[in-house]
T-cell receptor, first 113, second 112 residues
Framework: DTGVSQDPRHKITKRGQNVTFRCDPI?????LYWYRQTLGQGPEFLTY????????KSRLLSDRFSAERPKGSFSTLEIQRTEQGDSAMYLC???????????FGPGTRLTVL | SQKIEQNSEALNIQEGKTATLTCNYT??????LQWYRQDPGRGPVFLLL?????KEKRKERLKVTFDTTLKQSLFHITASQPADSATYLC???????????FGPGTRLSVLP
């Protein structure tokens, strides 16, 4: 399977803990996006990488959120000091070209107790 | 601030009819407009892309139009089938295609 994969698929954590999610994009795609989605809403843009460079980050994104894409391959999204409001589906997508079709992973569902 | 609206949260149509979904935006001049399908508990799946200088795109039973004057895109599914039941999302991005803004989605139900 050469699609986008995400790990873990589900994460339950207690408020105040740190969590890290991983995304493995389609190998030949140099563009990678992270989104957050809550029930009944569309995905909300979090950040964008072109190769290893983080070129855009949502202004709404708290400084508790950080993302990396070392070597321009897989990416990680870390949330520090989680809050109940962080509970959501975290989606990763990759794309082969600017503005091009995005291929989404299955998502990581985070529940903060 | 940028705002995207999609017609009604839910749309019910009879099998075989044409479903028309609307995406309206304000305070935005997108260069790219995309439509996605999302099933419950799964990531969105890309359907169609249309650029600002294009008026219409088609793919099998799907058609999308893009009117930059009206700031609106219409998404049509002809000869709809129960398997087309899903949430449909529109997404817009500017010149560099780096920051996509998604609408809230329309939940389509095709009744047999």
């Amino acid at each position: 399977d050469t699609g986008v994969s995400q790990d873990p698929r589900h994460k339950i954590t207690k408020r105040g803990q740190n969590v890290t999610f991983r995304c493995d994009p389609i190998s030949e795609h140099n563009r990678l996006y992270w989104y957050r989605q809550t029930l009944g809403q569309g995905p909300e843009f979090l950040t964008y990488f072109q190769n290893e460079a983080q070129l855009e980050k949502s202004r709404l994104l708290s400084d508790r959120f950080s993302a990396e894409r070392p070597k321009g391959s897989f990416s990680t999204l870390e949330i520090q000091r989680t809050e109940q409001g962080d509970s959501a589906m975290y989606l990763c997508a990759s794309s082969p070209r600017p503005g091009g079709e995005q291929f989404f992973g299955p998502g990581t569902r985070l529940t903060v107790l | 601030s940028q705002k995207i609206e999609q017609n009604s949260e839910a749309l019910n149509i009879q099998e075989g009819k044409t479903a028309t979904l609307t995406c309206n935006y304000t305070n935005y001049s997108p260069a790219y407009l995309q439509w996605y399908r999302q099933d419950p508990g799964r990531g969105p799946v890309f359907l169609l892309l249309i650029r600002e200088n294009e008026k219409e795109k088609r793919k099998e039973r799907l058609k999308v139009t893009f009117d930059t004057t009206l700031k609106q895109s219409l998404f049509h599914i002809t000869a709809s089938q129960p398997a087309d039941s899903a949430t449909y999302l529109c997404a817009l991005a500017g010149d560099y295609g780096q920051n996509f803004v998604f609408g809230p989605g329309t939940r389509l139900s095709v009744l047999p």
